[in-house]
C-alpha cells in the first residue's frame, strides 16, 4: 500500500511538492493500480493538533507499562478521550498498514509545515510504532524550498526540516536504507523578480527533482520484486 500524503498550503497548480509527490502517486499507480492508494491531504483537511484528552489516554497507557493497541480502548475515561482516540487509531492503522509513505513536505521556516507535524504527533500515540512494525516500510520525503541548502550554500546547515524527519522515522524503526529526502531548491526564483538569476538553477533542481522521483519509483519497484 502507498500512502500518499500532501501538506502544502498552496494552490494544486502552484506547489511544487504537490506535482512532484503526483508525479510519484501516479508512476506508482501505473504499475499497482488503485487499489492500494491512499490519500491524505493534511492541508485541505488537516488532522486536529493533539489535546489534553489524547495526552490523558497516553499517559495512562504508558503508565501501565504501554498497553497495546488494541486495549488502548479498554482505558478510555471520557468521551473526549474516545474522541480522541477514534481520531488517532485509523491514522495509525493506515502508517503501520502501508509498504510506503510518501510525504510531500515543503520547508516552511527552515522545517516543516505544522500541518505535517499535527499528523506526526497524533501518530506518535504510545506503543504505535512497538515490536519492529515499521521495519519494512519505506519513507519517501520530497520537498522544495525558496532557498538552497546544499553544500556551499549560504544557508548550509540551516535545514532542519531533513534531518529532523530522518531523526522521526529512524528513531521508530524505519531503517535508514528505506529513507528517501528528494528536494527542488530555489523554487521562489520563478516568483521574485530580484532572483531572476537563479531561475536557470531553479529549473535545474527541478529537473533533477522530477529525475530523482522516477527513479525512487523504479528503485522501489526493484526492491520489491527482491521482496
Ligand atoms: C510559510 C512559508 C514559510 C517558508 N519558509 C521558507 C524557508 O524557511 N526557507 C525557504 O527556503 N523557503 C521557504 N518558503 C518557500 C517554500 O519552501 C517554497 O515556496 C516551496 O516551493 C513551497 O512548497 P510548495 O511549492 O509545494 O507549496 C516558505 C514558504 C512559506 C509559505
Redesign the pocket.
Known sequence: MLLHL?S???RSD???????SRLFADRWQAVHGTAGYRYRDLAVDPVPPIDTAYCRLGRRSERQGVVPLTLVGTLIESIAEANAWALTRPLIDEVVSSRTILI?A??????L?AALKAWIDRITFPGAFRDGVLSDTEVVVI???????GPGAR?EG?DYEFPYLRAYFTNYGVPDDNLRFIS??L??AD?IPRFADQRPSAARSLAAACDEVVSCVAAAEHAGAKR
Open positions: 500532501d502544502s498550503a498552496n502552484e506547489s511544487v511538492t504537490r506535482r512532484l510531500g515543503p520547508m516552511y521556516n527552515f522545517s509545515p520537498s522544495s524550498r525558496g532557498g538552497a541548502y544557508r540551516w527542488a531548491e523554487a521562489l516568483l
